[in-house]
């Protein structure tokens, strides 16, 4: 293991937790630090090299073996030695998500500014719910929400909360809506209510219905509106829904229009949802976790025309904008309803008697009490790139994609599952040369085709030469989700993505 | 500022985001990281000073208009030296939460070997959802859980998982109560449900009562029990209310035993509250998010006896075992009962044609879809300490509020809130000399002394020797209550708090 430590002038082998601070001495702190610096840092330049593998896989069972026998917690401390060895194991078995090529899920690469960033707030170890525990930090989230809030083309400062991930970020947004149009059952509950029931796109985020199921609802209250050809969810049909459940007598209150639906990338109209939810008095909600960054691009935001009517926006600066994960918004245009849905009025944290002006304070709008501090990773990184940089890396994505669909609709083997994406998603089948010959609408075809992705999938895991998703979708058998979310991916990567593809699957 | 960078070869003043990986240079990345360490290691060197500040307080209105000036996302890019500027400023204005005299919350510290843990996640980025995507964190997770489960004398495998903060840890226990004794409301919801309730501590946290809320039951839902002198809730009243609910037709579900209270650290009875769980059918939790830390001293665990008969635990271990915030765990006896709770069958993440064992993926039990990886903090400082070192840590702990308690008991000017503490919350009055010769039960001394530690607490701040936390409680005026959870405290904090208290109220 000299490795690890030949820099070093410490003898990290017989060096314990108590020789750093608080009990041990600062020179051995400081080298211990920037020992731990060196090895992330080799972890990263590995991850950015394209020849190094994306991951290293190990089947679970395997490494569980392995880890019940070596990473159990002792009844005796380890050396600083030791925990080196064991986070540069940990580092190894990680899939690295820097590299140019994982594709594997809606956030992609490791900005290293936003990566300093969560160091610092590791450094500073505090939460955010009163302004006497994370003054800076507390603003900070603020001027970023704020600054979203404007993306958005909302003129008046709105209120909003930084959570971990846009899950919980929809969760608000249903919880908002429901405490806004019934504000009783905040102290009631929903026992003798009538059945409320909100309206969301087929392809929506399964979120949604986990935000159904928590609030006490129940799946049943999500009515889920057809989707067309391109994957955005049918007004018409929305109507029609509307009205239906009226007269059953449920109580319809919530639509959420999808802004980058997580298979497809599509874009629910927004503009006509907006009138039906005027004319039923329904919250409009915009769940543009995935797809909200193309408001930063000139050419590209077009696709949510309509986002600065709407009531409530879940966006999640670790996808598209590459702040690391967790770093997600749910942003809300009536000031004051996230303190009148959460609060809680607990005189232990929030005194009214405190020495401050305590609008400052943002932990009764919360449903957590700690809360991690996740701006911070966002505003750091958009202050390095400014509003120009972001745009040039959101618009790079968008052109990835677009190669991406033309080199498939180039190559022979290469199926669209969809024409024409919006966003960076380009969903396709890989059709092996043994498959050319059937008929696509055959149930041979749909057996087999079915079983392509997973098993270029398993192969390209075992090599580690990148990683991609693979779903199945409605009566469509697995295909691959491509998506871009990495500033790293350049164009020679789209092609290798195919040609990888080719090598991978030409025997199936 | 050429202060900041005086160990660089780089001119950052001329470096910008894209002069690092994943588009600029491998040399000048590895300075920046390294630039960025010295920065965090100056910082956490002034917190473990007794000499400096706790924190540099400034209104929050005054801050606010200089960070709407100054820190505003700009069009354009900020140089790395902007960054590094920014980032010196901002843990200036933040609170020293590893100073030995930060008393403010449940938490306090930075334990390093946790920080490092939290730097190497931020350097791998990911999430918990899968196996494929964070293999070695998944399997630590389960690690961490399985030893926790072992502490609380569970004798099989439970489930469980780490969650962003106790409160959504409180969220899941209640939550998973309610599927297990109503699973139908995961899709029906609680539309024509009798009232169901559920009972805790006058004294326990106020994230029961958003957990009620949240759940579409209603703060109406939750019942009080009344506590005893000791701040325990008394198993004699419980029960009567239990009946009392049952003859107005209301079903009781759940009982929640505080492990800790916020304020007192009182233990509510866990044993009785078991037998009255059995005789009701009722889920028994146990929220240790503060005292949980108790099982790991021989001397203390006592405090917990009957935890291994509970159903769910919630424990944080970055409250008294020192770990970085956030770090909570939610446990639960009953394997399986997360995930079918939480199941919503989402394809694209969990396809069941997956070339590994899938049930090593933790992403369908979850009400979250990303999720922090906060077990590895938890893990490797535990590794690096041992059961042993922990147990030390926690023992000092308790030492030093015994030793505040017998220095407030010698001491004229301070009285008891409660006689006896259990956990290492110490309250108490400090009565300034011109209030000493007042009858206590009067309404003078009463509305005089709930201004004292108001006054303090600002003096304390604006002066930033230490930080310590006020609040009323019940019929109580504000006291002081003081909490050790920094295992950089000594004995000499300790005594500088009395004399520190004495100093900034003898004229009051």
Request: aromatic share 10%.
């Amino acid at each position: 293991m000299g490795d690890i430590n030949n820099n070093s002038a410490f003898d990290y082998e017989n060096l314990f937790h108590n020789n750093i601070l608080p009990h041990g001495k600062i020179g051995i702190t400081e080298d211990f630090l920037h020992r731990f610096t060196d090895l992330i840092f080799k972890h990263l330049v590995k991850a950015n090299d394209r020849k190094e593998k994306v991951i290293d896989f190990t089947h679970p069972h395997k490494l569980e073996a392995d880890f019940n026998e070596n990473f159990q917690i002792e009844k005796d401390p380890l050396s600083l030695e030791k925990l080196m060895v064991d986070c540069q194991r940990v580092m190894d078995l990680s899939v690295k998500t820097a590299h140019p090529r994982m594709f594997n899920q809606l956030f992609s690469g490791c900005d290293l500014v936003s990566m300093v960033a969560a160091w610092v707030t590791a450094g500073c170890n505090s939460s955010m719910y009163t302004h006497e525990m994370a003054p800076a930090f507390n603003l900070i989230e603020n001027l970023t929400l704020q600054k979203m809030g404007k993306m958005c083309g909302w003129d008046e400062e709105c209120d909003g909360l930084f959570n971990p991930g846009g899950s919980i970020s929809n969760l608000y947004a249903v919880q908002t809506a429901l405490h806004y149009h019934f504000p009783q059952t905040k102290d009631n509950g929903l026992f003798g209510m009538p059945r409320l029931v909100m309206f969301i796109s087929a392809h929506s985020h399964y979120s949604m219905s986990r935000a159904a199921a928590i609030l006490g609802m129940g799946t049943e209250s999500l009515k889920k509106v057809p989707v067309d050809s391109q994957g955005k969810f049918i007004p018409e049909k929305l109507e029609e829904m509307v009205l239906e459940a009226k007269q059953k007598g449920e109580v319809p209150f919530f639509v959420c229009c999808t802004a980058g639906t997580t298979v497809l990338g599509a874009y629910d109209p927004i503009e006509p949802t907006l009138e039906i939810c005027k004319k039923y008095n329904m919250w409009c909600h915009i769940d543009a976790a995935w797809g909200g960054a193309c408001l930063l691009s000139e050419k590209h935001k077009g696709l949510m025309k309509g986002v600065e009517r709407a009531d409530s926006v879940t966006w999640n600066p670790h996808k598209l904008m590459g702040a690391l994960i967790q770093c997600s918004a749910f942003l809300v245009k009536r000031k004051g309803i996230l303190a009148s849905c959460n609060k809680m009025n607990a005189s232990y944290l929030f005194q009214k008697d405190k020495m401050y002006d305590i609008k400052y304070d943002t932990g009764d709008k919360t449903i957590q009490c700690g809360r991690n501090i996740d701006a911070f990773k966002c505003w750091l990184m958009w202050r390095a790139k400014g509003d120009s940089g972001i745009e040039a890396q959101i618009d790079q994505l968008w052109h990835c994609a677009a190669l991406l669909y033309s080199e498939c609709k180039r190559r022979d083997a290469f199926e669209m599952v969809m024409e024409n994406p919006e966003c960076t998603n380009v969903c396709f089948w890989y059709v092996p040369p043994s498959l050319q010959h059937l008929d696509r609408k055959s149930p041979e075809f749909m057996e087999k085709i079915n079983a392509v992705a997973p098993k270029i999938k398993e192969r390209m895991m075992l090599k580690g030469s990148m990683m991609i998703g693979y779903q199945p979708l409605d009566d469509k058998p697995n295909f691959f989700r491509m998506v871009f979310a990495n500033q790293a991916t350049k164009d020679e990567d789209v092609y290798f993505l195919c040609d990888e593809i080719e090598r991978l699957g030409q025997d199936l």
